[in-house]
C-alpha cells in the first residue's frame, strides 16, 4: 500500500506566477488535509477535504488559495501570484475518515520556493 | 484558541540515555493527540497516537502518556540512539475535522 504522494518535492515559482501542488492519499483514504510549515515555525493547518467537497477551509488565506478534490484524480493546492511570502514546505495527510482515532498519514511535503 | 507547546526546544543527550519530552496543551477538549518524527528536508512520520480516553501508548522503546485534564503529554524514549536524532512534533486534534493543532517540535540530537 503506498503512503501519500506528493508532486512535485520541490517548485520554485517567480513572484506573480502560479503554483499547483498535488496529493494522492493512501489507497482507501477519503479525507486530505493541507498544513504549510514555514520557515522556523510550526505546521499550521490550511483545509480540510473529501472528495468533491471542503469541509472546513478555516486555515486558509482569504485570497489567492484554493483547494480541491475531485472524484477523480489528486487534491490539489493551487496558490495565485505567489508572493516570496509563500515560500513554505506544505505538507498533504489523508485519514481514512474524520470520526474515532484515526491517525492522519504525511506525504513527503512539496517544498516551494517563491523568487 | 488552541495552542501546543513543546519544552524542550532543542536537547543534546549521550547514546544510551533515556529521556523525556514533553507537550502541552490549553484546550483538553481533544479527540486525540499524536506524537510524530520529522527528519530534516523530510515529511512526518506518525510515532503514537494516542486517544482521549487512553492514558498512555507504547511502541517498542516508545511511551507516550496523556493526562487530559492537565493539558500535558509526555514522549518516553528508552535507550536513545544516534538514529533517533530528529525532530518530534506533537499534535493534538480537534474540532469536527479532526484538524491537527501542532507544536513547534523538540530537537533531538543522540551522539554516539
Known amino acids: 500500500n503506498a503512503g501519500v504522494m506528493q508532486n512535485p518535492r520541490h517548485l520554485v515559482r517567480r513572484r506573480g506566477q502560479e503554483a499547483r501542488l498535488r496529493c494522492s492519499p493512501m489507497k482507501g483514504h477519503s479525507h486530505v488535509y493541507w498544513y504549510r510549515q514555514l520557515p522556523e515555525e510550526g505546521l499550521k493547518f490550511m483545509v480540510y477535504l473529501q472528495k468533491e467537497n471542503i469541509i472546513d477551509e478555516s486555515g486558509m488565506p482569504k485570497e489567492r488559495f484554493s483547494a480541491e478534490f475531485p472524484k477523480e484524480g489528486p487534491s490539489i493546492l493551487r496558490i495565485q501570484q505567489v508572493v516570496r511570502g509563500d515560500s513554505a514546505a506544505y505538507f498533504c495527510a489523508s485519514s481514512p475518515r474524520s470520526r474515532g482515532p484515526y491517525e492522519q498519514y504525511f506525504g513527503p511535503g512539496t517544498r516551494l520556493t517563491v523568487t | 484558541k488552541q495552542e501546543v507547546t513543546q519544552i524542550p526546544a532543542a536537547l543534546s543527550v549521550p547514546e544510551g540515555e533515556n529521556l523525556v519530552l514533553n507537550c502541552s496543551f490549553t484546550d483538553s477538549a481533544i479527540y486525540n493527540l499524536q506524537w510524530f518524527r520529522q527528519d530534516p528536508g523530510k515529511g512526518l512520520t506518525s510515532l503514537l497516537l494516542?486517544?482521549?480516553?487512553?492514558r498512555e501508548q507504547t511502541s517498542g522503546r516508545l511511551n507516550a502518556s496523556l493526562d487530559k485534564s492537565s493539558g500535558r503529554s509526555t514522549l518516553y524514549i528508552a535507550a536513545s540512539q544516534p538514529g533517533d536524532s530528529a525532530t518530534y512534533l506533537c499534535?493534538?486534534?480537534?474540532?469536527?475535522?479532526?484538524?491537527?493543532?501542532f507544536g513547534k517540535g523538540t530537537k533531538l540530537t543522540v551522539n554516539p
Open positions: 499534535a493534538v486534534s480537534e474540532g469536527g475535522s479532526e484538524k491537527l493543532v
Open positions: 494516542i486517544q482521549s480516553s487512553q
